[in-house]
């Protein structure tokens, strides 16, 4: 039983296809459905160990792209040239510093951060690492900008999603063919960023939201 749920199709597809982890085809799917990533963008990509989503931005973005990864833990896999990576605790890591090593305001923020723990506090918990992300959104992400964030359902979830609408202009909950259907996780997906000190002369077009 353990063995079929550890080794579905999506681990073997992993394997085949040189994915460091199977949740690079969560991802994939969101981006097919979603358009999340565009050529040339600044991604910021927070609990990106052990690197599977850098494997699949890395190439969406381009050469003329980067994507800049954080996570408690060190990336070990090796990635292409566009890809830097950073050890820090999303809680402490100055916001600042990854716009700096990315050049420019990130136009996509992703985050497949999950707690440490796992049982009756990891919604509550996982809520918290996504306000955190709200409340440094201001210094990361451009105006019109996507965020694609990781949450544990339950009773604060409304609440989370009724906080990102104070933000975008579209948020929708998305769980992805990949994500495990004993799992309760979802992703919000949140379009066109309205930033707080909004420039339009560094405004990126928006993208499809509505695939
Ligand atoms: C499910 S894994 C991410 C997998 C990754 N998306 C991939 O495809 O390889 C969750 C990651 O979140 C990281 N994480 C949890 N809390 C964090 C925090 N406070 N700051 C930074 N990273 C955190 C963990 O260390 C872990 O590596």
Redesign the pocket.
């Known amino acids: 039983m353990a063995k079929r749920i550890l080794h579905d199709e999506y681990f073997r597809k992993a394997k085949q296809e040189g994915y ?2 199977r ?2 085809y969560k ?1 994939l799917q969101i981006q097919q459905a979603k358009s999340v990533i565009r050529k040339g963008d600044r991604v910021l ?9 850098l494997q699949v931005s890395s190439p969406l973005v381009g050469p003329r792209g980067r994507v800049i990864g ?4 060190d990336v070990r896999h090796p990635m292409p040239d566009n890809v830097r990576t950073f050890v ?4 402490e890591y100055p916001p600042e510093d990854l716009v700096e090593a990315a050049g420019r305001g990130f136009g996509t923020v992703l985050s ?5 723990t796992t049982g009756f506090n990891e919604h509550e918990l996982s809520v918290r ?1 996504c306000d955190r992300i709200l409340e440094t959104l201001p210094t990361l992400l451009r105006h019109n900008g996507v965020l694609v964030m990781k949450v544990f359902e339950g009773a604060e979830y409304p609440g989370l999603l009724k906080r990102c609408q104070r933000h975008f202009g579209k948020v929708k909950g998305f769980k992805p063919k990949a994500s495990r259907d004993v799992s309760r996780e979802m992703y919000v997906i949140a379009h066109y960023y309205r930033h707080p000190d909004r420039r339009d002369d560094d405004t990126p077009k928006p993208r499809d939201a509505d695939a």
Not at 45 to 53: K, V
Not at 112 to 116: F, I, Q, V
Request: glycine content about 10%; charged content about 20%; overall charge negative.
């Open positions: 460091v982890a949740s690079a991802l990509d927070l609990g990106c160990a052990p690197g599977a989503w954080l996570d408690l833990q820090g605790d999303v809680f497949d951060m999950a707690p440490k690492l």
